[in-house]
């Protein structure tokens, strides 16, 4: 069963950055660390879950929704079946739980079949 462990979660002052990691294993052929959409969603207490970043299967491309759009970028690294994503200009309002998720196609990240435990960003001013 594929499993996902988060880790760079922290506390930063607005405008710093910070770079969480995905780590995923327990792949099973022909399945591989390609074959999985990885994105990474953020939830605060009160407001609903956000998608925040997406880096789809077979390399066919990435997703950011405005929000984040030009201070956050998602990258892989292959030989470890690692995903990373890089957060700069941080805002209050970029402050909550970070989750790291998996999914193949066809629904890919519509339908995530396993999530990380999830990582704590707190922002302060």
């Known amino acids: 069963e594929v499993q996902l462990v988060e880790s760079g979660g922290g506390s930063v002052q607005t405008g710093g950055s910070l770079r969480l990691s995905c780590e995923a294993s327990?792949?099973?052929?022909?399945?591989?660390?390609?074959?999985?959409?990885i994105g990474w969603f953020r939830q605060a207490p009160g407001k609903e879950r956000e998608a925040v970043a997406a880096s789809f299967s077979s390399d066919r491309g990435t997703y950011y929704p405005d929000s984040v759009k030009g201070r956050f970028t998602i990258s892989r690294d292959n030989a470890k079946n690692t995903v990373f994503l890089e957060m700069n200009i941080l805002q209050p309002d970029d402050t909550a739980v970070y989750y790291c998720?998996?999914?193949?196609?066809?629904?890919?990240?519509?339908?995530?079949?396993?999530w990380g435990q999830g990582a704590q960003v707190t922002v302060s001013s």
């Open positions: 327990g792949f099973t052929p022909p399945d591989t660390f390609h074959s999985y959409a």
């Open positions: 998720a998996a999914g193949r196609a066809p629904g890919e990240l519509e339908h995530p079949e396993v």
